[in-house]
Each structure stands twice: as C-alpha cells, then as structure tokens.
C-alpha cells in the first residue's frame, strides 16, 4: 500500500508525463479532492506538498477547517450549492468551482466579505444533457457567464465540468472537448478566462489532454471513499 506522499508524487509524475507526451501547453494544477477525508489525512497530504484542497460538503468541509487554521490550505468548493448555504462558502473558500445559476452567484457576491480578495468562481456546465445533474446547458452558459461578470465580488476564471464516467476513452474525450469548446467560444467573445476544471481520478489524462488547468483528484490520492460524508 502506498503512502499519500507516493501516490502524490505519483499523479504529479503522471500529469507531468501526459503534458510532455502531447506538448500540452498549458498549467495543469492539481486539486486534491478531500471529501469524506479526515483533518488528520488531509494534513498529510499538505506536509507531502499539496496545498489546494476541494470539498463537496459545507458542514464537513467547515469542520476540516476549523481544525487546520494553522496551514496555509487554499480550499475549494466543488459540490452542489443550496441557496442557504452561500454566506458561508463565500466566507470559508477562495475558489467555488459549481456556480450553475444566476440566483447563486448573486447570493454568493452579496456574501462575500469585502476584506477577502474576490471569489474565484468556475462555472459549471452540463455538457451531457442528464436532467439529474448540476451545470447549466451550453445554450444558457453565456447569459450566465455575462452576469457573473458584472459581479464585482466575484472573479469568473472558467468552466468546471463532470461528465458522465464512461469506460469508453471516446465518448469521455468526446464530452470534455465539448467543454473545451464551450470555454473556447467564451474566449472568443472577449471573456479573460484561464481555468478549465475537467478530469478526475479516472480520466485526468484524457482531461489534461482537451486542455484542463485544474484537475479534481480524489481516490487516486487517498484512496478509495466510504460512500457518505464522515460529518454533518
Ligand atoms: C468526488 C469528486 C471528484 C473526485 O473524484 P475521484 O474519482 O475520487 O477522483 C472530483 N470532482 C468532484 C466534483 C467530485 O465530487
């Protein structure tokens, strides 16, 4: 069994081996996703070098918190958002990568403390038109993305995106470049955006390759998740 040091060091190897082999330009960052992970293991993690940490649930993910105020973790939030859980998200995290409706952002904004930089916010986009789950359609993804904007609390770096895992390497390098291509339009109609956030444990090389700059790892960094939060 290898120690979260090795496997870190590992997927950092790995991102590093898939950017060469294609020449892929770009900045791919990694974010550990710590749902469902102790303090205790996330602290290890941080001492092994990994510094930006995603979280999926507010009570746990505020737990954790308050009990590494001594490490200077950048958090990020990546799960679904109720409306009456935006105050603290916008207090306790630098980056909320799941913004999928106007009503959010706003609260979001309203909630941001004036001595915090702006929230670093991604939009996520649903590019497999399953009904159940979050992002907006690409169809709705620019009105979103022009009023966010005008959101001066708020700093809109991108697209997060979940497709639907796929054992077929086609489909899933199918469904991230759609992501990509939805990034790109934004990109050619004037918006400063620097942050694709595609690619887990399963697919992040494939992600990596239709351009992501920040991938979500969780299992194959510490390994496999007990199905629900540990807290509430
Ligand atoms: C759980 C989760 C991940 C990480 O998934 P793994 O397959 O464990 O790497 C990434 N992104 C989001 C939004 C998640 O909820």
Same mark, same amino acid.
């Given at each position: 069994?290898?120690?979260?040091?090795?496997?870190?060091?590992?997927?950092?190897?790995?991102?590093?081996?898939?950017?060469?082999?294609?020449?892929?330009?770009?900045?791919?960052?990694?974010?550990?996703?710590?749902?469902?992970?102790?303090?205790?293991?996330?602290?290890?993690?941080? @001492?092994?070098?990994? *510094?930006? !940490?995603?979280?999926?649930?507010?009570?746990?993910?505020?737990?954790?918190?308050?009990?590494?105020? @001594?490490?200077?973790?950048?958090?990020? !939030?990546?799960?679904?958002?109720?409306?009456?859980?935006?105050?603290?998200?916008?207090? *306790?995290?630098?980056?909320?990568?799941?913004?999928?409706?106007?009503?959010?952002?706003?609260?979001?904004?309203?909630?941001?403390?004036?001595?915090?930089?702006?929230?670093?916010?991604?939009?996520?986009?649903?590019?497999?038109? &399953?009904?159940?789950?979050?992002?907006?359609? #690409? *169809? &709705?993804?620019?009105?979103?993305? #022009?009023?966010?904007?005008?959101?001066? *609390?708020?700093?809109?770096?991108?697209?997060?995106?979940?497709? &639907?895992?796929?054992?077929?390497?086609?489909?899933?390098? #199918?469904? !991230?470049?759609?992501?990509?291509?939805?990034?790109? @339009?934004?990109?050619?109609?004037?918006?400063?955006?620097?942050?694709?956030?595609?690619?887990?444990? &399963? @697919?992040?090389?494939?992600?990596?390759?239709?351009?992501?700059?920040?991938?979500?790892?969780?299992?194959?960094?510490?390994?496999?998740?007990?199905?629900?939060?540990?807290?509430?």
């Amino acid at each position: 069994m290898n120690t979260i040091s090795e496997r870190l060091q590992l997927i950092l190897a790995n991102i590093q081996a898939v950017k060469n082999s294609g020449g892929y330009p770009q900045t791919v960052q990694l974010l550990a996703v710590s749902k469902t992970q102790t303090a205790a293991t996330i602290r290890q993690a941080y @001492d092994a070098g990994q *510094h930006f !940490f995603g979280e999926n649930y507010l009570q746990e993910a505020l737990k954790k918190q308050s009990q590494l105020t @001594d490490l200077s973790i950048e958090w990020h !939030f990546i799960g679904p958002i109720q409306s009456n859980k935006t105050q603290p998200i916008a207090q *306790h995290f630098s980056w909320v990568h799941s913004i999928d409706r106007l009503k959010i952002a706003q609260r979001l904004n309203d909630a941001r403390p004036l001595d915090l930089p702006p929230l670093q916010v991604c939009i996520q986009i649903n590019v497999d038109s &399953e009904a159940s789950k979050g992002g907006v359609a #690409a *169809h &709705e993804l620019e009105d979103l993305a #022009a009023a966010i904007k005008a959101l001066p *609390h708020l700093r809109l770096r991108g697209l997060m995106a979940i497709p &639907e895992p796929s054992s077929e390497q086609n489909k899933q390098r #199918a469904q !991230f470049h759609q992501v990509r291509q939805c990034y790109d @339009d934004l990109l050619a109609k004037g918006y400063t955006l620097d942050t694709l956030s595609i690619g887990m444990s &399963e @697919d992040y090389p494939i992600a990596i390759e239709q351009g992501a700059t920040i991938v979500r790892i969780g299992s194959a960094l510490f390994g496999a998740r007990q199905p629900k939060p540990i807290a509430n």
